[in-house]
């Protein structure tokens, strides 16, 4: 039988919770988190790719890999990379009697892929002590301070430079902006209108595009929820596709008719001409990929370099799209220090074999799996379908180069955490958090989520040096 050893008042019930003040080693490990979110954005090379996001991400190794296995897919991602890293040395060493490698080679071509890797893991990291938009804006403030480093940056700054850094940016704060536990979708809306409008005064299509279709998704997923049913995951995708493919048509008319600028309608017309595609002649370098692929199924490995043989089928096979490939850019782009395909999917497979095709096939599952299941679910973030886009798009058509570093970003999004409510409802340790009292009242569902996260976030930190 209970006895009741104390009488409470109603003064002396507490009303509010008393929010605790942070500790020291709280504030170290967010500093450290939010410095790491920085630095990973930077474009600072160290040597042969390696970069100084890559080497903060492999010095927080022991810290991130703990963390891997609270992230849905971050194990499955660990395995196929070091698959692949494995597959370059071996056909390395398989083609080099017909392929001679160059030591500078393989490291330019493995390093930056690892700096991508232990990059993610570093982000990931981020979001178990800071907020994921937080992070993100970090991330992108890295990256505009080195914006004015790329090579082709004087040619276009706001195409080749600023567009992407200020791109995460905006959608990076837009992710912060939240009234009641809700997203603001009105700042997605403005934020990705006037992102358009400037991009597409600098005459670049695809980017353009993505925006727009950005825009669409997010309209979209606040639509009035008229269905009982919820709309599955496939219909999201088909949507995706209907639209893209309608968006395509609209901006092809539209540069040829001259509205993104000039310099966007003669290379519209060129490329139209050429293919009879804007894709395909845009992007001859797919029909060096299907070539290349035909010639050497098993792919090339890590810093070979063509032979007169692989260039001669590359360019029979740009030919037959139409493009005239003796102009010196198959030469001195595509196979002047390395081979060079123009896409994630081509690049993957020459320098990794299978195993880079397999890897890349994980990472298109990704972007179709967040862009499918937000638009279904209607919990996407506008940065999170922008990325899933615009990966989709490098995968086919993007060079490797050029796209790790949005990829590192894109994965940070894409590895789902588990839900916090159970992962750290038991810690380490054993010790059960205490069960959370029962609402008075119905809570909206984003609010809930978010203070989830904010818990899970005071939890961690609370674990102390031992936990992190």
């Known amino acids: 039988m209970a006895v009741p050893t104390a009488i409470h008042t109603p003064h002396d019930r507490p009303t509010t919770s008393k929010r605790a003040e942070p500790t020291g080693w709280e504030v170290l490990t967010a500093l450290l988190a939010g410095s790491a979110a920085f630095l990973v954005g930077t474009d600072f090379d160290l040597v042969r790719g390696l970069t100084v996001g890559g080497l903060i991400g492999a010095a927080l190794a022991p810290i991130w890999v703990r ?25 390395t060493t398989w083609r080099s009697a017909t392929h001679p490698p160059t030591e500078a080679g393989v490291l330019i071509e493995l390093l930056p892929v690892i700096s991508a890797a232990t990059s993610t893991g570093a982000l990931l990291w981020s979001q178990r002590v800071l907020s ?76 353009s595009a993505f925006l727009i279709m950005t825009a669409m998704l997010v309209l979209w997923q606040h639509r009035p929820a008229t269905a009982k049913k919820a709309t599955s995951a496939l219909v999201s995708l088909v949507l995706v596709g209907a639209l893209g493919l309608g968006l395509y048509r609209a901006l092809e008319g539209a540069a040829l008719d001259g509205y993104l600028g000039a310099s966007a309608q003669q290379r519209t017309e060129e490329q139209t001409q050429a293919a009879g595609s804007l894709i395909l002649g845009g992007r001859p370098e797919l029909g060096a990929t299907v070539a290349l692929m035909l010639h050497e199924p098993l792919g090339y490995g890590a810093g070979t370099m063509a032979t007169p043989t692989d260039m001669q089928a590359a360019k029979q096979g740009m030919s037959r799209l139409g493009y005239d490939p003796d102009n010196g850019y198959v030469e001195h782009y595509m196979f002047g220090t390395r081979i060079e395909v123009h896409s994630l999917i081509g690049d993957l497979w020459i320098w990794f074999g299978p195993a880079g095709l397999v890897l890349s ?10 862009l499918g299941r937000s638009l279904a679910h209607r919990t996407g973030t506008a940065l999170g379908i922008f990325l899933a886009l615009q990966l989709g798009w ?22 789902l955490q588990r839900d ?49």
């Open 420 to 468: 916090p409510q159970h992962d750290d409802g038991a810690d380490d340790d054993g010790d059960h958090a205490p069960p959370a009292p029962t609402p008075r009242r119905r809570r909206r569902p984003m609010a809930g989520a978010r203070r989830r996260d904010q818990r899970a976030r005071r939890r961690y930190l609370a674990g102390g040096p031992q936990r992190a």
């Open 361 to 370: 096939g994980w990472l298109l599952w990704l972007a179709a799996g967040y």
């Open 67 to 91: 963390e891997a296995s609270r992230f849905r897919g971050a194990g499955l991602g660990g395995v196929l990379l070091l698959a692949c890293l494995l597959s370059a040395l071996a056909l």
């Open 132 to 207: 994921p938009g937080l992070v993100v804006c970090l991330y992108a403030v890295g990256a505009l301070a080195t914006a004015t480093t790329g090579s082709r940056f004087a040619e276009d700054p706001w195409r080749f430079g600023f567009s992407m850094p200020a791109t995460m940016l905006l959608l990076g704060a837009c992710m912060l902006l939240r009234r009641g536990g809700r997203r603001l979708v009105g700042a997605d809306l403005v934020a990705l209108g006037a992102l358009t409008a400037v991009t597409a005064l600098s005459g670049a299509r695809s980017m």
């Open 394 to 415: 490098n995968l086919f058509f993007g060079p490797i180069i050029s796209s790790l570093p949005p990829l590192a970003l894109a994965l940070g999004v894409f590895l």
